[in-house]
């Protein structure tokens, strides 16, 4: 039965503080990166401290689901790191509490806070990211003339259109105008040219000011109003400054969130699933009426004249068949109608193919963007849990607290999540991908990683030791650290000078015989190498001998002998004979071309280091043998 301990109170103490704060700082920079996304509609607006108020507390609430993660996945790695380096975390391991132990009550709030980021998905956040949208698309109807961009048709002002290649953002004027004024009928439409104008609100924000300098009014003119003439078409003025007024009113009123009702991320999951059938349903409708069409239209039989019936029967007798031969019985007129024809005929039905693959494919992606959002619901909840078994071991292994190395390490975890969920959402949304690919990405590299750390942590495994991933690394590529004798103060036995001269002279004897025989500077044997492997006991012997020979003239106070002590090369005794111990595991690197490959070329390059290690070995032997015969001389 769970039990709440002393221990479970201490660490959810610790815990809780940590997230408390972490969270408060995620939510801000989160607020802080969709405020400035959405900067330029809030700046210069006038918007009232309410609207604003509102704004960024829907924001702060679409924000709080995305930032409970990362404060997890911060406060966990902060809290079992302070315990592993003030030593509290040993303690607690010495009284034979295991790490999953220690874990227990950091799981089921953890799994309170998974549960609670769901119900915020699902009931909350629909509703904040619907008003928010809503609260966007009114910002933008407020003052229009801080929005115009340079260079794009802006028709954000009611019936009108307009261009501006250049706009001066100090005194708000804008050069070389194009506008067009559209109306429901065609017959009155105006284009408006000019070198430059100023676009402003009038005092009570009801109608926008256009002032309009050097231009021309071209405008089609009504029939009605000219009569049955049709010499004047359209009326055309030139002036040197144009007053305009546009109805427009531009208070802060909310606008009609009627046009956010596809949007599946202001919908819960039980309103995304009667949705998605809804559109499953009424596209399968449309796909099957597309289908009959395209029967009726491909597919029906065509009826024939009798005298067309009577060509066709001919073509299709004549042996072999010559399908160019109606057309070239054809007069040069018939042939151009008929090449006209068919033309019309093919671009008319690629049209009809290119507009219904819209339709479907719109639909498509509106399925697709719904079920992605199901599932999102899911997998944010469940990245709570995964990022607290990140947080938490890792926490244990580095056993590093403060705000140092845990954030750099919550960042770079939280910039992998983000960028496997990111990529899987946008190809999945863009259909490249399958949904569960796309949003099982992150899940399916997370959790194992999780996973994987717990085990190492609980195993108390060095799995963050610099030292051994150092040491691999320079065995892989061959590097090695050069030998560091220096003199004793204190030479408590004499080296045997005789002995160890006696037995160098006789590994050079043996280090001239093995070069003889094993011939290290020519390429190593392939099938040696990776399937008849035959050991090679002489170097492992050799190094034996050498290395007593050095630790016993490391007694000496000769400086000189120390000195070429310190020349001698760490033997690597196995690499130049095969890559792996295990006779499978190099069968495998063979088979393996890329792998075999590689440590074909590392084994020649440790036979050819080899033969260079012999030689400086035999030159070493031969300086100590030197200057151990000028000690043991005896002295005339």
């Not at 698309?137 to 340079?150: A, G, V, Y």
């Not at 697709?368 to 469940?382: G, P, S, V």
């Not at 490249?432 to 796309?438: C, K, L, N, R, V």
Request: hydrophobic residues 45%; charged residues 20%; proline residues 4%.
């Amino acid at each position: 039965m769970f039990r709440i301990k002393k221990l479970d109170i201490f660490i959810a103490k610790q815990f809780g503080m940590l997230f408390t704060g972490a969270f408060f700082i995620s939510i801000f920079v989160l607020m802080m990166q969709m405020v400035w996304k959405y900067a330029e509609k809030l700046v210069g607006k006038g918007l009232s401290v309410d609207v604003l108020a509102e704004f960024f507390w829907h924001m702060a609430l679409m924000a709080v689901p995305q930032a409970l993660p990362i404060a997890i996945l911060l406060s966990s790695l902060i809290t079992f790191g302070n315990l592993g380096e003030s030593s509290e975390f040993t303690a607690i391991k010495s009284a034979g509490v295991p790490l999953i132990k220690a874990f227990r009550g950091l799981i089921v709030i953890v799994s309170l806070i998974a549960v609670g980021s769901f119900y915020i998905q699902n009931n909350i956040s629909p509703d904040a990211h619907r008003k928010l949208t809503q609260l966007l698309i009114s910002m933008q109807q407020k003052s229009p003339e801080l929005e115009i961009p340079e260079g794009v048709f802006y028709d954000g002002i009611p019936q009108t259109n307009l261009y501006v290649e250049k706009k001066n953002l100090e005194t708000g004027h804008l050069y070389n105008i194009m506008i067009y004024r559209m109306t429901d009928s065609y017959e009155d439409q105006a284009i408006i040219l000019a070198d430059s104008g100023m676009l402003q609100s009038t005092a009570e924000k009801k109608h926008l000011v256009l002032n309009l300098w050097n231009g021309e009014w071209f405008e089609n003119m009504r029939s009605q109003e000219l009569g049955n003439s049709a010499n004047v078409p359209y009326r055309r003025e030139t002036f040197a400054h144009k007053k305009i007024l546009i109805d427009f009113d531009a208070d802060f009123n909310l606008s009609d969130a009627s046009g956010l009702s596809s949007d599946a991320r202001t919908k819960g999951i039980s309103k995304i699933r009667q949705d998605r059938d809804s559109l499953i349903t009424v596209y399968d409708s449309v796909g099957k009426a597309y289908f009959a069409d395209a029967k009726t239209m491909y597919y029906a039989p065509v009826k024939l004249k009798k005298q067309d019936r009577k060509l066709v029967r001919q073509i299709l007798s004549t042996k072999p068949m010559n399908v160019d031969s109606l057309y070239e019985k054809m007069s040069p007129e018939e042939r151009r109608r008929t090449i006209d024809n068919a033309l019309s005929v093919s671009q008319q039905a690629v049209s009809d193919l290119d507009f219904k693959a819209m339709v479907t494919s719109d639909a498509d992606k509106v399925i697709r963007q719904h079920t992605i959002e199901e599932i999102n619901k899911y997998t944010l909840a469940l990245t709570c849990l995964i990022f607290f078994f990140i947080g938490a071991p890792l926490g244990a292994i580095i056993k590093k607290g403060g705000l140092g190395l845990p954030i750099i390490i919550s960042v770079l975890v939280y910039i992998i999540y983000y960028t496997l969920d990111n990529t899987g959402y946008r190809m999945a949304r863009q259909g490249t991908w399958a949904i569960w690919f796309g949003k099982g990405m992150s899940p399916t590299i997370l959790i194992p990683t999780a996973i994987f750390i717990t085990y190492k942590a609980n195993n108390d495994s060095a799995v963050f030791n610099m030292d051994l991933y150092r040491n691999l690394l320079m065995r892989m590529l061959g590097l090695r650290v050069k030998r560091s004798i220096s003199s004793k103060e204190v030479i408590i036995n004499t080296p045997h000078y005789i002995e160890d001269a006696e037995t160098l002279s006789k590994l050079n004897k043996e280090i001239v015989a093995y070069a003889e025989k094993v011939h290290l500077k020519s390429p190593p044997n392939v099938i040696r190498t990776f399937f008849k492997y035959q050991p090679d006991h002489e170097i492992e012997r050799i190094s034996e001998e050498m290395e007593t020979v050095i630790e016993d003239l490391g007694n000496t106070r000769n400086r000189l002998i120390i000195s070429e002590l310190n020349k001698y090369p760490f033997l690597v005794t196995k690499a130049h004979t095969r890559p792996f111990d295990h006779k499978w595991m190099n069968i495998l690197a063979a088979i393996f071309v890329p792998v075999g490959l590689f440590c074909y070329i590392r084994m020649w390059r440790f036979r050819l280091r080899l033969y260079g290690d012999l030689k400086t070995i035999k030159t070493v032997n031969e300086n100590i043998i030197s200057e151990i015969n000028k000690i043991t001389a005896p002295k005339g």
